[in-house]
């Protein structure tokens, strides 16, 4: 169990508990059980955590941890408390790997080759290794949160570009509506106009009958002029004979009434055509 919280200790803060400056000093430290917490390494290290070290760091086996005793420890039985990004950032980047190689080299020179310390440099390289997966993981951890970035990003120019498109379909349906009902108002005032041309060819197809018809009376009311003025002429040519006087002042009047007749006439008939 002393192992155990020798272990502990090095993992939460990468250093040793009872490194000296010399070998002489690390054999003092370990036999008077003397270590400290310091700040540097155990910052962000729990009070329950820091408490099951010194439970395990006991010289007396008696008053030390059990088995049964550490596995029930509020540390280990805990859930844990989730850290903020805050927290996590003010972590170390990386554990302190240099200062437990010196330390288990150190060791290495000062402890029987059969001592508990013996394998601390083969431990030093699984810390390390635990350093750059923590650290890859970091880094991934950082991607995924780019991703996401991106992802949000990209999300949020497509909800703009739908909502732009939805806004220029709803114009094009609306310009649409427009040109169809223009459409229709052409159309209609289209057959309007056929029908307006209809009704004007009628009432002029109409109106050329009645001329027609109007002429044909003037025409026969010519006829009949003439036959009168004829009739009247032969009347007035009788009187002259019967009077044997050609050039008298009646005959000459009786003709220039007749040729003012003729005029009226044609006058009547060229202002109807």
Not at 27 to 39: D, K, M, P, R
Not at 198 to 218: I, M, V
Not at 223 to 249: I, K, N, R, T, Y
């Amino acid at each position: 169990m002393w192992s155990i919280g020798v272990i502990t200790y090095i993992l939460l803060s990468g250093a040793s508990p009872f490194l000296g400056d010399t070998k002489q000093d690390t054999l003092a430290n370990i036999t008077a059980v003397s270590y400290n917490f310091g700040e540097e390494f155990f910052s962000q290290t729990s009070e329950l955590a820091k408490d099951f070290i010194r439970k395990l760091l006991v010289k007396e086996t008696r008053k030390r941890l059990t088995i049964q005793e550490a596995l029930r420890h509020p540390w280990i039985t805990s859930k844990g408390v989730i850290r903020t990004p805050e927290q996590r950032k003010a972590e170390p980047a990386q554990l302190k790997t240099e200062r437990l190689r010196e330390y288990t080299l150190k060791c290495h020179s000062s402890m029987p080759p059969d001592n508990t310390y013996v394998n601390f440099e083969r431990f030093a390289c699984v810390v390390e290794d635990v350093a750059r997966m923590d650290q890859g993981c970091r880094a991934l951890a950082g991607a995924r949160d780019t991703i996401q970035d991106d992802v949000e990003t990209l999300v949020s120019i497509y909800n703009e570009k739908e909502a732009w498109y939805r806004e220029e379909s709803e114009r094009a349906q609306h310009d649409l509506s427009q040109l169809r009902y223009e459409f229709r108002k052409v159309q209609s005032s289209k057959k309007l106009l056929r029908e307006d041309i209809r009704a004007t060819g009628s009432r002029l197809r109409s109106t050329a009958r009645k001329l027609d018809h109007l002429q044909a009376q003037f025409e026969a009311l010519g006829q009949e002029l003439l036959a009168d003025l004829q009739w009247l002429q032969e009347l007035v040519g009788g009187f002259q004979l019967e009077s044997g006087s050609m050039d008298s002042p009646s005959s000459m009047c009786c003709q220039d009434s007749s040729e003012c007749l003729g005029e009226l006439l044609n006058r009547s008939r060229s202002k109807d055509v």
